[in-house]
């Protein structure tokens, strides 16, 4: 068994799991607090990871459910956090206050607790969760773990090869590892990241 070494943080999906899948997962990994990255942390059809509900369903196993969707989710809070597609910009998001607040908030609990960042997409490629918090606090010397699956997980540098298979950029010389590794990150965002809805024009209805 490879020995942890310096702060870690876990990310894990809720998916369609019933609450006992996702609580397995969480005591495979001695999870001992959740860190809530939604924006919107309700659903109709999975009611078991509503806000309340969730809470209450770790708070009796032991677990801390802390919600942090209002600083460190997928969501713009202001149009000037999205890109001319309406879509979220992941870089103009990682620069706001808020954004790094909760960054530091995360730093901090993970030097004295075992902290898993939960959204609801299984796969952390396809969630904000990856591309943009799990990065940044990368950035910042957290070790990540990517919960995928019952023991199945993968660092961030794995995370990181995956996204460059699933991108599939073609080779080029003239630039560096970083460079490709950021437009993976970028292209990857502009795919899955949160598109605003377009609103509609009460005076022109269509």
Same mark, same amino acid.
């Given at each position: 068994m490879?020995?942890?070494?310096?702060p870690?943080?876990? +990310?894990?999906?809720?998916?369609t799991r019933?609450?006992? *899948?996702?609580? !397995?997962?969480l005591v495979? @990994?001695?999870?001992?607090? =959740? &860190?809530?990255?939604?924006? !919107?942390?309700y659903?109709?059809?999975?009611?078991?990871?509503?806000?309340?509900?969730?809470?209450e369903?770790?708070?009796?196993?032991?677990?801390?459910?802390?919600?942090?969707?209002d600083?460190?989710?997928?969501?713009? &809070?202001s /149009?000037?956090?999205?890109? /001319?597609?309406?879509?979220?910009?992941?870089?103009? %998001?990682?620069?706001?206050?808020?954004?790094? *607040?909760g960054?530091?908030?995360?730093?901090?609990g $993970?030097?004295? %607790?075992? =902290?898993?960042?939960l959204c @609801?997409?299984?796969d952390?490629?396809?969630c904000?969760?990856?591309?943009?918090? $799990?990065?940044?606090?990368? +950035?910042?010397?957290?070790?990540?773990?990517h919960?995928l699956?019952?023991? %199945?997980?993968?660092?961030q540098?794995?995370?990181?090869?995956?996204?460059?298979?699933?991108?599939n950029?073609p080779?080029?010389?003239?630039? +560096?590892?970083?460079?490709?590794?950021?437009?993976?990150?970028?292209?990857?965002?502009?795919?899955?990241?949160?598109? *605003?809805? $377009? #609103? #509609?024009?009460e005076?022109?209805?269509?």
């Amino acid at each position: 068994m490879t020995q942890e070494i310096g702060p870690l943080i876990h +990310t894990v999906g809720h998916s369609t799991r019933t609450s006992g *899948e996702f609580l !397995s997962l969480l005591v495979e @990994s001695s999870i001992n607090v =959740i &860190a809530d990255v939604r924006s !919107s942390p309700y659903s109709s059809r999975l009611s078991q990871f509503n806000r309340e509900v969730l809470a209450e369903t770790l708070r009796k196993k032991g677990i801390r459910y802390v919600f942090m969707g209002d600083q460190l989710g997928g969501r713009a &809070a202001s /149009s000037g956090l999205t890109n /001319s597609d309406g879509r979220v910009s992941y870089a103009k %998001m990682s620069e706001t206050t808020s954004f790094r *607040e909760g960054i530091s908030r995360l730093i901090d609990g $993970a030097a004295r %607790m075992r =902290i898993a960042l939960l959204c @609801s997409e299984r796969d952390p490629l396809n969630c904000h969760r990856g591309l943009l918090v $799990a990065r940044s606090l990368a +950035t910042e010397g957290i070790d990540i773990k990517h919960i995928l699956d019952n023991d %199945m997980t993968e660092t961030q540098t794995q995370y990181e090869r995956r996204l460059l298979d699933t991108v599939n950029l073609p080779p080029e010389l003239t630039r +560096t590892d970083e460079e490709i590794l950021a437009d993976a990150y970028a292209k990857q965002a502009a795919r899955v990241a949160y598109k *605003e809805p $377009a #609103r #509609r024009d009460e005076d022109n209805p269509t």
